[in-house]
């Protein structure tokens, strides 16, 4: 394991698009909200093994906004960046925009926090490097993050009961 921390710039992704087709839609004609989640988790996964630099999973969803409706022909833009990490976990931050690529308007659809964590060859969890928040936005995440992390242990303690 490296103990260099690294700046979430150096593993955030800036824009993953994905173009909305009808049959990204739900009866109500706005898209499928399990497509966004599924892009959401893809994307995170990328910043997580990016910032690791090993294989890593999912260990849980704690926040997933639909904050509005993404529509057919709407083009999604896709940003992720850790925000914090731990031992072997890590908590990445995702926000979703639909676009409307003919005019350039653009929409906040989705915010979301992901954890999750790197793993050895054994499949057992391996530890990350430290992230070094460089702007206010990162310090503030990374901030924000430790309170989600508190809530995270105490919502699995429960749930393991
Ligand atoms: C995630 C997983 C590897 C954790 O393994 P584990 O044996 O519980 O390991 P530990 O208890 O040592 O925890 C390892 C880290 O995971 C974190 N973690 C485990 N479960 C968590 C949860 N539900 N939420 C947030 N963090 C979690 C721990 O806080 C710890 O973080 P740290 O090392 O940074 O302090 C294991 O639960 C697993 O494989 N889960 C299934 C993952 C998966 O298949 N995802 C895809 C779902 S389709």
Avoid at 4 to 11: D, G, I, L, N, V
Avoid at 27 to 50: H, N, P, Q
Wanted: net charge positive; charged share 25%; proline share 6%.
């Amino acid at each position: 394991m490296s103990e260099t921390s690294k700046a979430p710039s150096e593993s955030a992704v800036d824009q993953n698009v994905y173009k909305i087709f009808p049959n990204d839609l739900n009866s109500k004609y706005t898209v499928f909200g399990g497509l966004v989640m599924s892009l959401c988790d893809r994307t995170a996964l990328i910043v997580a093994e990016r910032h690791s630099g090993a294989p890593c999973v999912t260990a849980a969803v704690d926040s997933l906004h639909f904050v509005g409706p993404a529509r057919a022909g709407d083009t999604l833009i896709i940003r992720a960046a850790a925000n914090r990490s731990w031992r072997s976990s890590m908590e990445i931050g995702v926000h979703v925009a639909a676009e409307n690529s003919y005019t350039g308007e653009s929409r906040h659809v989705v915010s979301a926090y992901l954890t999750f964590v790197a793993l050895s060859d054994d499949g057992t969890p391996q530890p990350v490097p430290p992230i070094a928040p460089e702007t206010d936005a990162e310090k503030r995440r990374f901030k924000d993050a430790g309170q989600r992390r508190q809530q995270r242990i105490r919502d699995r303690k429960h749930k393991s009961k």
